[in-house]
């Protein structure tokens, strides 16, 4: 059974950095496109980053340009989003996901279960 598992989630202070870490498991992702997407309380999802199946496409959305980094390793089956300069409006469920191909949509074939963001102003 095929699943990804978010990482590196946690409390971090308005102006600091987290990684966080995407791994599949049960098949392999890595003709995939994966992408990052997040909930905020009482908010709609919506995407951060996303990245195609050889990582030379990325896309990010406005908030996101400038102050996150997607990326991934094929072979480790990981994808990855590096977080700098947080703020508190970031605080979310942050969740990684899987297409078959990279459409800047919100309804991905595959998803995890979340790790929760927290920046302290």
């Known amino acids: 059974q095929a699943q990804l598992v978010e990482s590196g989630g946690g409390l971090v202070q308005a102006g600091g950095s987290l990684r966080l870490s995407c791994t599949a498991s049960?098949?392999?992702?890595?003709?995939?496109?994966m992408g990052w997407f997040r909930q905020a309380p009482g908010k709609e999802r919506e995407r951060v980053a996303l990245?195609?199946?050889?990582?030379?496409?990325?896309y990010y959305e406005d908030f996101a340009k400038g102050r996150f980094t997607i990326s991934r390793d094929r072979a480790q089956n990981t994808v990855y989003l590096q977080m700098n300069s947080l703020k508190p409006e970031d605080t979310a469920v942050y969740y990684c996901?899987?297409?078959?191909?990279?459409?800047?949509?919100?309804?991905?074939?595959?998803w995890g279960q979340g790790t929760q963001v927290t920046v302290s102003s």
């Open positions: 990245i195609s199946w050889n990582g030379g496409l990325t």
């Open positions: 996901a899987a297409h078959p191909t990279l459409e800047v949509v919100l309804d991905f074939d595959y």
């Open positions: 049960g098949r392999t992702f890595s003709s995939y496109a």
